[in-house]
């Protein structure tokens, strides 16, 4: 049995670190370690920032993203187009697209993707909040920009043909080679999906 080198603190400060998604007991160590050294620097505020997002952050009740305001930054922002919805499957797909700056819309967090296996089923997920948004009218487009797993278009299918009675456009993300990829280097999934989604020039 291993000694115990560090206060109990210190361990449930290890073990929480490694539930945070790509830390894993290793890094945690570390992660805590540099943390420690650097308390004042850093420590102290990443505590007090926890605190206040702890206290303050919200699931907004139109769109699913996270703020400190409920309905969030971006469904309340009127330069955005809410007539064009994304429709993402988690908060960090949102992200990931307005770090890109490709369209200025509105968004839908669905929390995952329908996956019988684990026991996700349409209820789990916030499909009902969009076909509600929808029916509410004033959206033209759907884009469903979910990832391209087997869950992923299990999941926009349903969408899809939970959407078919309304008078709304629904597309889909592109999946191909990437800006900058070299043919010799992609999956044949890949360069099937760029053969089939290929465009005029």
């Known amino acids: 049995m291993a ?6 603190e210190i361990e449930k400060l290890i073990q929480l670190l490694a ?3 790509g830390l894993g007991p290793r890094s945690a160590r570390r992660a805590a370690l540099h943390l420690i050294k650097k308390k004042d620097q850093l ?3 990443l505590s007090h920032a926890m605190g206040e997002a702890h206290d303050k952050v919200k699931i907004c009740s ?3 993203n996270v703020d400190t305001i409920d309905p969030c930054s971006v469904c309340t922002d009127v330069q955005r187009d809410s007539s064009v919805i994304i429709v993402v499957e988690d908060v960090s797909d949102l992200w990931a697209l307005e770090r890109a700056t490709a369209m200025n819309t509105a ?3 669905l929390g995952g993707t329908l996956s019988p296996l684990d026991g996700i089923g349409p209820d789990d997920l916030n499909i009902k909040g969009l076909i509600e948004r929808v029916a509410k ?3 033209r487009e759907i884009i469903i920009a979910v990832n391209a797993t087997v869950e992923g278009q299990t999941t926009a299918h349903y969408i ?4 078919a009675g309304l008078d709304v456009k629904i597309t889909r993300l592109a999946h191909g080679v990437p800006v900058g990829g070299e043919l010799d ?7 099937s999906a760029a053969l089939r989604a290929r465009t005029a020039i």
């Open 137 to 139: 009218g004033g959206v």
């Open 3 to 8: 000694k115990r080198v560090t206060g109990p």
């Open 160 to 163: 899809t043909d939970h959407l």
């Open 62 to 64: 139109c769109c699913g």
């Open 185 to 191: 280097y992609l999956d044949e999934g890949t360069l």
């Open 107 to 109: 968004y839908h967090v």
């Open 19 to 21: 539930k945070v998604p």
């Open 43 to 45: 420590l102290g505020p």
